[in-house]
Protein backbone atom coordinates (compact mmCIF):
# COMPACT_ATOMS: atom_id res chain seq x y z
CA UNK A 1 0.00 0.00 0.00
CA UNK A 2 1.68 3.36 -1.28
CA UNK A 3 1.40 6.51 1.74
CA UNK A 4 1.93 9.54 1.07
CA UNK A 5 2.96 12.01 3.78
CA UNK A 6 3.16 15.77 4.44
CA UNK A 7 5.41 17.35 7.04
CA UNK A 8 6.46 21.06 8.46
CA UNK A 9 3.39 23.20 7.66
CA UNK A 10 2.49 25.35 9.56
CA UNK A 11 1.68 29.29 10.43
CA UNK A 12 4.87 31.80 9.25
CA UNK A 13 4.93 35.38 8.96
CA UNK A 14 5.31 37.36 5.87
CA UNK A 15 9.32 37.11 4.64
CA UNK A 16 9.49 33.85 6.40
CA UNK A 17 10.56 30.46 5.59
CA UNK A 18 9.17 26.51 5.81
CA UNK A 19 10.53 23.30 4.32
CA UNK A 20 8.17 20.89 3.37
CA UNK A 21 8.64 17.46 3.65
CA UNK A 22 7.01 14.64 1.69
CA UNK A 23 7.67 10.78 2.73
CA UNK A 24 6.60 7.75 0.88
CA UNK A 25 6.46 4.39 1.31
CA UNK A 26 5.10 1.13 -0.57
CA UNK A 27 6.74 2.12 -4.71
CA UNK A 28 9.48 2.25 -5.74
CA UNK A 29 10.38 5.90 -5.29
CA UNK A 30 13.45 6.56 -7.02
CA UNK A 31 10.87 5.71 -10.34
CA UNK A 32 9.05 8.31 -9.30
CA UNK A 33 8.37 11.50 -10.45
CA UNK A 34 7.23 14.07 -7.87
CA UNK A 35 5.72 17.17 -7.36
CA UNK A 36 4.22 19.70 -4.99
CA UNK A 37 0.75 21.19 -5.42
CA UNK A 38 -1.57 24.07 -3.54
CA UNK A 39 -5.10 24.93 -3.13
CA UNK A 40 -6.27 28.14 -1.48
CA UNK A 41 -9.75 28.52 -0.21
CA UNK A 42 -11.92 29.27 -3.57
CA UNK A 43 -9.39 28.18 -6.05
CA UNK A 44 -8.63 24.99 -8.15
CA UNK A 45 -5.69 23.16 -7.35
CA UNK A 46 -2.06 24.22 -9.22
CA UNK A 47 0.94 23.01 -9.58
CA UNK A 48 3.56 24.93 -7.58
CA UNK A 49 6.82 22.51 -8.46
CA UNK A 50 8.02 19.41 -9.85
CA UNK A 51 10.91 17.30 -9.93
CA UNK A 52 11.81 13.86 -12.38
CA UNK A 53 12.62 10.95 -10.87
CA UNK A 54 16.85 11.65 -10.70
CA UNK A 55 16.57 15.41 -9.62
CA UNK A 56 18.14 16.44 -12.60
CA UNK A 57 15.28 17.88 -14.44
CA UNK A 58 12.54 20.28 -12.04
CA UNK A 59 10.10 23.39 -12.94
CA UNK A 60 7.88 26.11 -10.70
CA UNK A 61 5.18 27.98 -11.49
CA UNK A 62 6.17 31.55 -12.10
CA UNK A 63 4.83 33.04 -8.72
CA UNK A 64 7.16 31.01 -6.74
CA UNK A 65 10.77 31.39 -8.81
CA UNK A 66 13.29 32.05 -6.84
CA UNK A 67 11.79 31.47 -3.79
CA UNK A 68 10.81 28.17 -3.88
CA UNK A 69 13.27 25.45 -4.19
CA UNK A 70 11.92 21.30 -5.06
CA UNK A 71 14.43 18.45 -4.54
CA UNK A 72 14.43 15.03 -3.43
CA UNK A 73 16.58 12.11 -1.33
CA UNK A 74 15.78 8.99 -3.27
CA UNK A 75 17.43 7.23 -0.28
CA UNK A 76 15.32 8.54 1.86
CA UNK A 77 12.10 8.10 -0.26
CA UNK A 78 11.38 12.28 0.25
CA UNK A 79 10.73 14.95 -1.84
CA UNK A 80 11.21 18.55 -0.08
CA UNK A 81 9.88 22.05 -0.83
CA UNK A 82 12.33 24.69 0.35
CA UNK A 83 10.19 27.82 0.75
CA UNK A 84 11.46 31.10 1.37
CA UNK A 85 10.35 35.29 1.34
CA UNK A 86 6.86 33.60 1.88
CA UNK A 87 3.99 36.35 0.98
CA UNK A 88 0.18 36.22 2.21
CA UNK A 89 -0.65 34.53 -1.42
CA UNK A 90 1.38 31.36 -0.74
CA UNK A 91 -1.72 30.46 1.73
CA UNK A 92 -2.98 27.22 1.13
CA UNK A 93 -2.84 23.20 1.48
CA UNK A 94 0.01 21.59 0.00
CA UNK A 95 0.16 18.36 -1.49
CA UNK A 96 2.50 15.83 -2.58
CA UNK A 97 1.82 13.92 -5.41
CA UNK A 98 4.15 10.66 -7.65
CA UNK A 99 3.60 9.58 -10.98
CA UNK A 100 5.50 7.59 -13.32
CA UNK A 101 4.83 10.14 -16.56
CA UNK A 102 7.50 12.05 -16.47
CA UNK A 103 6.93 13.54 -19.52
CA UNK A 104 3.70 14.42 -19.47
CA UNK A 105 4.35 16.27 -15.73
CA UNK A 106 7.29 18.11 -17.06
CA UNK A 107 5.88 19.44 -20.33
CA UNK A 108 2.88 20.71 -18.24
CA UNK A 109 4.83 22.51 -16.04
CA UNK A 110 3.80 20.91 -13.03
CA UNK A 111 0.17 21.58 -14.21
CA UNK A 112 -1.00 17.94 -15.52
CA UNK A 113 -2.79 16.87 -11.83
CA UNK A 114 -4.67 14.13 -13.42
CA UNK A 115 -0.67 12.62 -14.31
CA UNK A 116 -0.58 11.80 -10.64
CA UNK A 117 -1.47 8.42 -8.98
CA UNK A 118 -0.69 9.19 -5.28
CA UNK A 119 -1.39 12.22 -3.59
CA UNK A 120 -0.87 13.02 0.19
CA UNK A 121 -3.87 14.58 2.43
CA UNK A 122 -1.63 17.84 2.28
CA UNK A 123 -0.74 20.24 4.81
CA UNK A 124 -1.35 23.74 5.85
CA UNK A 125 0.26 26.28 5.29
CA UNK A 126 -0.56 29.95 6.77
CA UNK A 127 1.41 32.68 5.81
CA UNK A 128 0.11 35.95 8.30
CA UNK A 129 1.47 38.23 10.43
Known amino acids: QVQVVESGGGLVQPGGSLRLSCQISGLNFEYYNMGWFRQAPGKEREGVSC????????DYVDSVKGRFTISRDNAKNTVYLQMNSLKPEDTAMYYC??????????????????????WGKGIRVTVSS
Open 97 to 118: AATENETRLLRSRCQALDALSY
Open 51 to 58: INWSGGLT
